[in-house]
């Protein structure tokens, strides 16, 4: 589920003693107030302040779409990162943002950055940010004239967009699992490709229009019950079928924006935070997770921006073995059929999350962190890099005939593999039947799919010694189609060998040997293989090369295991079904989609290739 979901879900699983409703009342006294921007408009504010005054504390503020309840009375069952720092004593501010909940004011999804300023009317996220520190420093008693700010996912963004012209006193800053673009790789699109079950479900419970404030939106905008996603979302057809009667209906803002802008416009542009990041004097530490299935890119893509544009800056980084905000659970050791041998998430926090903001937030203690602090799967050991990525020795493993992976060129003069694409009869993007996403499915066994006649095997002989993957992959196929578009999903998985033993907590009769675990995939909707921007229709049978760059890992493929490419045209219903034929997708009809014969060339001329970068030792 897109941006809350999941990380509500992982809250839960703070323990009752760490953020206990008794410590907070008798720590901590709460004030609901509502701060004033400078367009007139309030925004509905919950500062928690330390009850031991006259000592100074700094300001530690999240922004959020999702509510700062419970309002007027009650405290939250959550405050703070984590509860070192809650019991390190920060005045806490919740916010409501703009336009949501019990803040005035209309909400858009990812405020788009406005720069110079021209008049008190202009404002984004960044100005009410800058608006509410002063406020607070002028109304809140006993501060040190501090502020640090943090979010994951949506509030992630929000800690993004306040770096953009930032406050004097904004001091340190942690976005983590942030948006910064919804086209190319974050939430609602990837490479064009749209994500549909998550948004689906997600505008379902968010996107409802309010009636002036308040403090609960009530019911989704329509009633569904969903046993078996893939079953559902085929049934229900196009999606344009998603604005019938029985389902958004042009109810929803934000679904009609998502579909009228099917192209890498300004729309999105303009909502990709990272063109704005520049001049930062705020220490930052993004951080995010490996396993996470909505902002993996938005956490890489954020980190890399502030590197490459203020590399005088202190900017720092985590990768984990996380899903979606999972660092903030109390306890993180294992994920699918994953076993971490620690507390991944304890030590984020005490190690590097409540190290960072007390040092810049009260000078306190010293940091020692690295550059980037980056977990290694397959070994299972953090990393500490001067950069990220460390320095690499590109490699090339060559699709072949026969199945193989080699990182030898293909000699032959017409060699190529074939499948049908059917968007009738799509992959599944799991093996199992789900109403919600399957969370495991990022390092789920791919067998399911290496079954069906319409996905392409490739794999390596069994590895002589380990082979350490550090960055992005970068696969070039040289393809042909027989109809105007098609998707292109390429998959990197780690092959366990026959002596694999089980998982500690693998159910009964479950066995390892021979697991194809996904490491990484990645989708591109075919049409926009040259630009985002303009769509291209393919030429039927004409070979043309298709290139995706797929989302960082850092994973060793151990001795005696195999590297698997697998290829496919869906990855149903996680995207939404290309009719295959070149054309607005949002309003194609069922009479539209057309099954494609899909060739993958590995010959001398064509040959079809995955660049990856070895660490180098």
Known sequence: MKKVFLIITLFSTISATAQSDTFLRENYRKIDTMIPMRD??????????????????????????YSVAPYDTGYARRIGPNPNLLREKYIFVNQDVRGRYMSEGINLEVTPHQPDKKNRKEVDESSDTFDTIEWLLKNIPNNNGRAGIYGISYPGFYASAALADAHPALKAASPQAPITD???????????????????????????????????????????????????????????????????????????????HDTYDDYWKSRNIRNHLHQIHVPTLVVGGWFDAEDLYGALKTYETLEKNNPENKNYLVMGPWTHGAWAAQKWDQYATHDFGSNTSAYFQDSIETVFFNYYLKDKGSLKIPKASIFETGTNQWRPYSSWPPEQVNTTYYLQPDQLLTTQKPVTENSYDEYLSDPNKPVPYTGGIFGWRNNDYMAEDQRFAAMRPDVLVYQTVPLTTDLTIAGSITADLQVSISGSDADFVVKVIDVLPDNEPNFKNAPKGFQMPGYQRLVRAEVIRGKFRQDLSKPIRFIPNKPEQVSIALNDIHHTFKKGHRIMVQIQSSWFPLIDRNPQKFMPIAKAKASDFEKAMILIYHNSKLSSKLVFPVLKK
């Not at 925004?43 to 000592?55: G, R």
């Not at 969903?226 to 389902?247: N, R, V, W």
């Open 40 to 65: 007139g408009i309030k925004l509905y504010t919950i500062v928690y302040i330390p009850k031991d005054a006259p000592e100074k504390y700094p300001f530690l503020i999240q922004r959020t779409p």
């Open 182 to 260: 919804e086209f190319m790789g974050d939430d609602v699109n990837h490479n064009g490709a749209f994500f549909l079950m998550d948004n689906f479900n997600f505008m379902n419970y968010y996107a409802k229009e309010r009636n002036g404030l308040v403090k609960d939106y009530g019911d989704e905008v329509f009633p569904v019950k969903i046993l078996d996603a893939y079953d559902f979302f085929l049934k229900m057809g196009p999606i344009s079928t998603t604005q019938s009667e029985k389902y958004f209906n042009g109810k929803s803002r934000y679904w009609n924006e998502y579909l009228q």
